[in-house]
């Protein structure tokens, strides 16, 4: 099955849009990683999407990133049309209007946490005191106000995936896109993060989560299930996993 | 991305590894140094032959025979084959503007005895009473010597290179040969040192004698001369006097021409040879002329040492870039733009190249400083040196930079973050 593109008008304009998007590798076997796939992201939404390897996860979050263009098809970043932009454009799509969260955190080792969290404004042209007061109230927010000048390096999986998100934010995203963000952690540091996803899904983000973990996507409102590189079903999550974790753990130094 | 913060993103990734910074550095640092110690050391040398020659003889014109093919220094003594008369230095002495034709020959001594202790190997300058004057040279104590007596005059560290230091009224024994008579000589006067001995120079260096002699009776060495019939003494030198030093030019044009119209000298000079008429001036820009072609060589050699620094950091950088390939692949996925990604590596470049730059001025400066030191020159630093270092730092950061950074920038993002 696959999902209808957009069309009607009173419906709040999507972040996401794909339509009849088709991703084909020119190495290897000509088997297309994304075979007319579509789906749209309303603003606010809070989508997993999941699938066995191969099913096209990654292909769909390198679109929606912007880290890559389709073979065929329309990808829509909030209302701009990516598959005609420019590696600049594109780049300022990441820049300004996507926030990453990567399975690994990705983190600069060099750089201390509130310089990473900064990172992005620098590339955004954000003056100094402003970036580093914004970047010292998002760690505070994610509960890192006195881990502001570690270094990754001395600082815990579930620490540096609060900076990551953190940092995610830092351009003030139209969408949040976490590419399995518990995968390197232990559960009940898993259940931290995907509680402060939560929260910030809650307070109007729209997210995008790529999970294998059937555990982790229940925390969204809707699982995609992409099987062959095309959507297979969309569930809408009738209970919502809400971790046991109260509000206030999420500020642990886990 | 803001200029100074971009610098200390890549001044970080620098100080994270600093042992390898300063290896990578290394090319550039002693290409540096070595520009600016043997430039400095190739000037201070310059000064220092400048001031030697400077002093008394700059109304001086010096006369001598050269060979077509050497390029001899005239006017540093020695050299040249002996053809002018005494019938020349008169012709010279007559010319208007001339104050005085001073001939000057020499005489290799096997050895120079005083009491019980003998020197051996001695050049004795073989000249007129006149030539101190010309010379601008004065008596520490005593005279010139006299023509037709057995008279010398030494210098002070002639004066003091035997056992006993020689005074004026000793009497020194001149062996002009193995199996030649010793001859007597009067010590008549001893001269005062010059500024530039005194003060000890490379190519005055205070440990080095001069003893002068009168032509008569020490200077046997006489041709036939074709202009008066009769045998004369032959000098291979001539020192001729301006009577001021701003008609030098001119008198060099006059004495050019009195020398090819009715000189013996252009009579009896061999195949090969010509005749140099030479002022301060073209004895200082010969001087200049090699000292420069020695530091074109040095530089050149310090461009090759330059071109290897700059290989060694786009080397390094390029390991650099395949290192931090992951950390590219982040900065560009949360909107690094290609030109964030080349500043980035290019300021990493720029500033190895720079350090190793400012390193090697010091190192340049100070090798310099223990190298005239050593050899006795005056420390002669061009400031001009530091800017310079401070450009070739930057251009070869900037050369050394660009592909490594240009290849950062075309990392995809996608690779990059896969990679482990």
Same mark, same amino acid.
């Given at each position: 099955m696959t999902a209808d593109p957009p069309s009607a008008e009173d419906e709040p304009p999507a972040v996401v849009s794909l339509v009849n998007v088709y991703k084909v590798y020119?190495?290897?076997? *000509?088997?297309? *990683?994304?075979?007319?796939l579509s789906l749209s992201l309303p603003r606010g939404s809070y989508t997993a999407v999941m699938g066995p390897s191969g099913s096209g996860k990654s292909t769909l979050l390198n679109l929606v990133g912007c880290l890559d263009r389709p073979t065929a098809g329309r990808v829509e970043i909030d209302g701009r049309d990516a598959t005609t932009l420019d590696e600049d454009a594109l780049t300022a799509i990441r820049r300004e209007t996507v926030g990453f969260v990567f399975q690994t955190f990705n983190l600069m080792p060099r750089l201390t946490a509130v310089e990473n969290v900064a990172l992005p404004m620098l590339f955004a042209g954000v003056p100094g005191p402003e970036r580093r007061q914004r970047a010292l109230d998002l760690l505070g927010s994610v509960g890192l106000a006195d881990r502001v000048e570690h270094r990754p390096n001395e600082l815990s999986g579930g620490q540096r995936q609060r900076v990551a998100i953190a940092r995610a934010l830092a351009n003030e995203p139209a969408l949040l896109l976490a590419d399995e963000p518990t995968g390197n952690l232990d559960s009940e540091t898993g259940s931290t993060i995907m509680a402060l996803i939560g929260r910030l899904a809650e307070a109007g983000n729209t997210v995008l989560l790529v999970t294998h973990e059937r555990d982790v996507a229940e925390h969204a409102e809707r699982i995609v299930h992409l099987l062959d590189g095309t959507v297979d079903r969309i569930e809408t999550v009738s209970r919502r996993r809400v971790d046991d974790v109260e509000e206030d753990v999420v500020g642990w130094n886990s | 991305m803001e200029l100074l913060t971009g610098l200390g993103l890549s001044w970080r990734a620098i100080s994270d590894h600093k042992l390898r910074s300063m290896l990578t550095t290394l090319g550039v640092v002693i290409g540096v140094a070595a520009v600016i110690t043997f430039v400095t050391l190739g000037t201070s040398l310059q000064a220092d032959v400048v001031n030697t020659l400077a002093g008394g003889d700059q109304n001086v014109v010096t006369v001598t025979a050269v060979s077509d093919t050497q390029a001899g220094i005239a006017?540093?003594?020695?050299g040249g084959t002996a053809v002018f008369t005494q019938h020349d230095v008169a012709l010279l002495g007559r010319t208007p503007g001339v104050a005085a034709a001073v001939p000057q020959g020499g005489l290799a001594a096997a050895g120079v005895g005083y009491r019980n202790d003998t020197v051996g190997r001695q050049w004795i300058t073989v000249t007129t009473p006149a030539y101190f004057e010309a010379q601008g040279r004065s008596f520490a104590a005593g005279r010139p010597f006299q023509e037709g007596r057995p008279e010398v005059v030494l210098n002070a560290q002639a004066a003091t290179m035997f056992e006993e230091n020689v005074t004026v009224g000793s009497n020194v024994t001149i062996v002009?040969? *193995?199996t030649q008579r010793p001859v007597n000589a009067t010590v008549v006067g001893i001269l005062r040192p010059t500024s530039a001995e005194s003060g000890g120079t490379?190519?005055? *260096?205070?440990d080095r004698p001069a003893i002068y002699a009168p032509t008569d009776p020490y200077y046997g060495r006489r041709v036939s001369s074709p202009a008066t019939g009769s045998y004369q003494r032959v000098y291979p030198e001539v020192l001729v006097v301006a009577t001021d030093t701003t008609n030098v030019e001119s008198l060099k044009g006059r004495l050019q021409s009195r020398l090819a119209a009715s000189s013996d000298a252009h009579l009896i000079l061999p195949e090969g040879y010509h005749l140099s008429v030479a002022t301060y001036q073209d004895r200082v820009s010969k001087l200049r002329e090699i000292s420069s072609t020695f530091t074109a060589y040095v530089v050149g050699i310090a461009l090759i040492s330059l071109v290897v620094g700059a290989i060694g950091i786009a080397n390094i950088m390029l390991a650099n870039v395949a290192e931090r390939r992951r950390e590219i692949g982040i900065m560009k996925a949360i909107g690094a733009r290609n030109r964030d990604v080349v500043q980035l590596f290019l300021n990493e470049a720029v500033l190895l190249g720079l350090l190793g730059a400012l390193l090697g001025t010091v190192v340049g400066v100070a090798g310099a400083f223990v190298g005239t030191e050593l050899i006795k020159l005056p420390f002669v630093m061009d400031v001009v040196w530091l800017p310079v270092a401070i450009a070739v730092g930057v251009g070869v950061g900037v050369v050394a930079g660009l592909y490594p950074a240009w290849s950062a920038a075309r990392t995809d993002p996608i690779e990059a973050l896969r990679y482990e």
């Open positions: 020119r190495r290897g076997e *000509a088997v297309p *990683a994304l075979d007319g | 006017g540093l003594g020695g002009p040969g *193995a490379l190519l005055s *260096a205070p």
